[in-house]
C-alpha cells in the first residue's frame, strides 16, 4: 500500500510563504499524476496545482504564487506558496495516481493558516 506522508505548513501571516512537502513510500516516478488540494473551512476540495504528463495545472487563485516541483530522487512533492492570502487557508492534501491500476492515493492533510 502506497503511503503519502505530507509535513510543512502552519501558520503565517498574510504575504508570507510556506512549503508543504509529501514523502512517498515509493518511486514517485511510478504516478502518472501528482499535486495538491485543499479543502477551505467550510467548502468542497478544491485542485491547488497537479503535475500530469509533464505539465502544471493550476487553480486560477493560486496562479504565480504556488509552484509544484518533484524531487524524483527523495520521492518527494513539495509545494512552494508565496504571497499566501487569507483565503488560501485550509487543510492541503497530496494526491498520487495510477491511471492503469485506477488507484488514488492521499497524504493525511496538512493545515495552513494565513492570518490577515
Known amino acids: 500500500q502506497v503511503q503519502l506522508v505530507q509535513s510543512g505548513g502552519g501558520l503565517v501571516q498574510s504575504g508570507g510563504s510556506l512549503g508543504l512537502s509529501c514523502a512517498a513510500s515509493?518511486?514517485?516516478?511510478?504516478?502518472?499524476?501528482m499535486g495538491w488540494y485543499r479543502q477551505a473551512p467550510g467548502k468542497r476540495v478544491t485542485v491547488v496545482q497537479i503535475?500530469?504528463?509533464?505539465?502544471?495545472y493550476s487553480g486560477q487563485s493560486v496562479k504565480g504564487r504556488f509552484t509544484i516541483s518533484r524531487l524524483y530522487a527523495n520521492n518527494t512533492l513539495l509545494l512552494q506558496m508565496n504571497s499566501l492570502k487569507p483565503e488560501d487557508t485550509g487543510v492541503y492534501y497530496c494526491?498520487?495516481?495510477?491511471?492503469?491500476?485506477?488507484?488514488?492515493?492521499w497524504g493525511q492533510g496538512t493545515q495552513v493558516t494565513v492570518s490577515s
Open positions: 503535475m500530469k504528463d509533464g505539465t502544471t
Open positions: 494526491n498520487a495516481e495510477n491511471f492503469a491500476a485506477r488507484r488514488a492515493y
Open positions: 515509493e518511486s514517485i516516478a511510478a504516478f502518472d499524476a
